[in-house]
């Protein structure tokens, strides 16, 4: 195959495993460091204590920041995703006049820089008398959002066949009955897949809501911004792992289960 | 009723964009507009916006030597970090695609990791490592290699760093996809007319992966080009990158007209580093890491 000679192989592997290394060591000593007794947020570990974690619970402005994240990242995932799939449909379906220029305009606000699209909305809904507020957030947490939904969902919808639309519809069912018993099923695993995705990167975004958010309104990323400014602390860690923990065992979460859905339909 | 049925077929992928491209349209192509015309507007000493066609803010973005110092700036640290993912990426990226071990699919999932873990975390996280009672601190004080903690974080070098530790992903995935899809037989071949295995890699599979590593180039360079959030959490007080410069106008100065104008050059600069890219090789190169 494409092995290259004994040398050069282990050269690559060596490579491969510092890569990895140098990706996860730094996470990896966040969540230790978030189980460390001592009351500094460093080095060394004096004992291993959850009593970070229990101070997180006790810190009202992390919990509604927790809240406000929460809240944010599930109706932009909604709103988001509800939008993307029509679009990722109509894109995939069917073939119209403009359909490139469409598809590049689709993913726009990727390729814009996210501070300038930060300030374009906000200096705009300003100019519209908006003021901030969690709408403006929302707005632009869906536009942010959009793109990867997009694209996450146009790559799962060219697996799924037509035929099947087409069967129903010749079999006698309207095309309201066809989208929602046959089309809608089958689309679940790709609107989950954007939904999670735009959850995902709602919760973690920091650039464009540091623009946004209205003042005296936290998100997680802007809370552990704003207590980096004093010094790491230990709670920031054990925020850290939590935020770790979630972000990465609900797509994990979300595979597994589409994996289980798929077998038990399968079988 | 055929003639109605084509046209019923014609208006329905329409239906289905609106929702998006009014989305689109509202919230970033006008607004986009707004901010050029904003950037002629003036803000007066008193604080008060003067509308108008002012080309102060112009005048003093093009001419003043400390915003291209900055523009060159950041671009360079955006280049070298491009570079760096590039060469660091690579291996890794050649390693999962080619490599026979059973636990591939852990691997990609391993790749795929950091992706779904916060920018602002992996930022932070640089600090335990290097920060003055962070590990490297910690392990050369206990072997006794350095008496007083060395000061290693707040600078350049740590900027990039964290961008790296950013963008890495992006770069290993691009390559990956492009890795992949490249058919084994041709290195194969190559190998049987006589080719040495670096050599089939040079002429075979590095051409063939050009695409990926473009993709994942142009990603990290305009991801870390526009970053404000790591020279702040990893930088001191002179490494702001332009994306700062921007920041500062509109949040902490509140120069709304000047911040425009900031921000209509960032968007020109790496706007067409993005269209000279999409005029050789295709975005779509791009959306193929998400399927």
Known sequence: ?267 | MAVSDAHTRDMRPWALLSPALTAITLLLAIPTCFVIVYSFWLRTAAGDEQVGFYLDNWIEVLSDPFYRDILLYTLKIGLITTVCCALMGYPAAYFIAFSKMRNKAFLLLLLMLPFWISYIIRTMSWINILGVSGAVNYVLQSLGIVAEPIQMLYNEATVILGLIHFLLPFMVLNIYVSLEGIDPNLNAAARSLGSTPFQAFREVTLPLSLPGLAAGSLLCFVLGSGTYITPIVLGGPGDGMFANLIYDAIITQLNWPLGSALSIVLLIVLGSVVLLYNRYLSLGQISKGFG
């Open chain 1, 1 to 267: 195959m494409t092995v290259r000679g004994p040398t050069g192989w282990t050269f690559i592997k060596i490579a491969t495993v510092l890569t990895y290394v140098f990706m996860f060591a730094p996470v990896a000593v966040v969540m230790l460091l978030a189980f460390n007794a001592s009351q500094f947020g460093s080095f060394p570990m004096t004992g291993l204590s959850v009593r970070w974690f229990v101070e997180l619970a006790q810190n009202d402005a992390i919990i509604r920041a927790f809240q406000t994240s929460m809240i944010l990242g599930a109706l932009t995932a909604v709103i988001s995703t509800s939008i993307g799939v029509c679009a990722s449909l109509a894109m995939v379906r069917y073939d119209f006049p403009g359909k490139n220029l469409l598809n590049t305009a689709l993913i726009a606000p990727i390729l814009v820089p996210e501070v300038v699209l930060a300030v374009s909305l906000l200096l705009f809904l300003q100019f519209l008398s908006m003021p901030k507020n969690f709408v403006l957030l929302l707005l632009g947490h869906v536009i942010f959002t959009l793109p990867f939904v997009v694209l996450v969902v146009q790559a799962r919808l060219v697996g799924i066949r037509k035929e099947y639309e087409e069967a129903a519809l010749s079999l006698g069912a309207n095309p309201f009955q066809t989208f929602f018993q046959v089309t809608l099923p089958l689309l679940m695993p790709a609107v989950a897949a954007g939904m999670l995705f735009a959850f995902t990167i709602s919760f973690d975004d920091i650039t464009g809501t540091l623009f946004w958010k209205p003042p005296g309104v936290e998100t997680v990323p802007t809370q552990i911004f704003a207590m980096l400014r004093n010094s790491i602390s230990p709670e920031i860690n054990a925020l850290g792992t939590v935020m770790i923990i979630l972000t990465v065992a609900l797509p994990l979460t979300g595979a597994g289960l589409a994996r289980w859905l798929a077998s038990r339909r399968g079988g």
